[in-house]
């Protein structure tokens, strides 16, 4: 008996062909708040795993990484320790996490950072939040607090990034930038500030004010939430 790439027969299984027609007919009328996080595993499954049950595979999944977003963020090399999963169920699992990650960031790219937080929250969320390594990032606002840069400036390891505050000040000279927003997250799922992180951000703050740049907020991002600097009034 021959396999697919995947790892699971390629025999006729005619049962779960009806309930993949059935799956996706819930989408079309419900959309998605109509199926389980891992239904909606299951139909980003039928692509690349055309000729098996993806049921299990996504139940394993979420089983594994615990939802439907931390599966899309996982590292390919954890994803493929789930039997079922080879190169081609990676491929889609990071392209929905791209698609989802481009589609929020356009919800922010060139409007008013100050008067789309909830936006920007869901952005930086999606893009970092489930990461295994500490990512620092920088929003780059203009004078009206739009949106002109998103960069990640420095990437660490599990529980550290290195930051330089001066880089980032020359960074923001660099693109005209009137103020800024800080962001980074913690993979360990606590958002809570660390007191590197408090007196990484006050540096940063003291060289940005006699440049004229404003530090709006430093956001950590984690798991188990997010965090502001100015909510916590630690700036």
Known sequence: MSGTEDGFSDAASPHFHGHRDRLRQRFREGGHAALQDYELLELLLFSPIKRADTKPIAKALIARFGSFA??????????KEVRGVGDRVVDELKLAHAVAE???????????????????????????????????RILFLDKKN?????????RGTVDHTPVY??????????LSASAIVLVHNHPSGDPTPSRADIQMTNQIAEIAKPLGIVLH??????????????????I
């Open 70 to 79: 931390e599966v899309l963020a996982a590292p390919p090399a954890r994803l």
């Open 146 to 154: 739009a949106l002109i840069a998103d960069e990640v400036q420095q």
């Open 217 to 234: 907020d430093h956001i950590i991002v984690g798991r188990d939430g997010h965090v502001s600097f100015k909510g916590l009034q630690l």
């Open 102 to 136: 481009r589609f929020l960031r356009g919800q922010v790219t060139g409007r008013k950072i100050l008067s789309s937080w909830s936006a920007v929250l869901d952005y930086v969320r999606t893009a970092m939040a489930f990461s295994d390594r500490e990512e620092f």
């Open 165 to 174: 505050p001066r880089e980032v000040m020359k960074r923001a000279l660099e």
